[in-house]
């Protein structure tokens, strides 16, 4: 390569670091995008055929110094055939100060729960949107045993892959300037069957998923 043209390589690749630079400190100084939405608290407390059981969990200071939640919800909702599920909701507002979704494969064994049978099962919302995967697992401790249900959601999307939604978070934040969302979470005793565990938990995932882009932005 010749002087001249190992000059302009050298002024180009200047110049592409140069509007790198440019665009990374404009995107820095807008800041994250914020899209409006109501809080948890106000999910309903009739979801189709489920009804609030008891008063909204709130975790103790440690807790939730962990979760580092903006928002959450841990609530129990009951059938008219006294089977009972947990809705759990952690929504952050921002994934780019650290704080981000708290898988259950950290923090259920950390407290004394075993997780097996993983599988991933596929979610049909009831108002007819598009299925979507979720994580499926018996969970134990002692002998009582769960059956659990969780999936990431977030700017228009739902998916049981950890990997994938940290993907989608960093795709999303360069592109739409927002990287906020949540893990949803629904856990339900195991009194007769997996199978019948899994029909409880998956109907009242069916059942809130339509609800949650009001609480978790599309």
């Known amino acids: 390569m010749n002087n001249k043209g190992k000059q302009w390589r050298f002024w180009g690749l200047l110049g592409v670091l140069t509007l790198s630079g440019a665009f990374v400190n404009t995107w820095e100084r807008r800041g994250e995008a914020h899209a409006p939405r109501r809080v948890l608290k106000e999910l309903p407390a009739e979801i189709g055929t489920w009804r609030q ?12 110094k962990v979760l580092r939640a903006d928002d959450y919800l841990s609530r129990s909702y009951v059938l008219p055939n006294n089977h009972v599920a947990s809705l759990y909701v952690g929504y952050y507002a921002t994934q780019r100060n650290g704080a981000t979704y708290h898988s259950p494969l950290n923090c259920l064994p950390g407290s004394g729960w075993n ?3 993983a599988e991933t099962v596929k ?3 009831v108002d007819g949107a598009p299925t979507f995967e979720a994580n499926r697992y018996i969970i134990q401790k002692g002998d009582y045993r769960q059956l ?4 990431y959601q977030g700017r228009g999307r739902s998916v049981a892959s950890e990997y994938w939604g940290k993907v989608y978070t960093v795709v999303d934040s360069a592109r739409r300037r927002r990287s906020d969302g949540a893990m949803v979470r629904v856990m339900t005793p195991i009194t007769s069957s997996d199978s019948a565990a899994l029909d409880t938990a998956l109907d009242l995932a069916a059942q809130v998923a339509p609800l949650l882009p009001e609480y978790v932005p599309n």
Not at 53 to 64: I, K, S, V
Request: zero cysteines; a negative charge; aromatic letters at 14%.
């Open 53 to 64: 059981t008891g008063a909204d969990e709130r975790f103790d200071a440690e807790t939730e």
């Open 115 to 117: 997780m097996m049978a």
């Open 123 to 125: 979610v049909n919302p």
């Open 148 to 151: 659990l249900v969780y999936w």
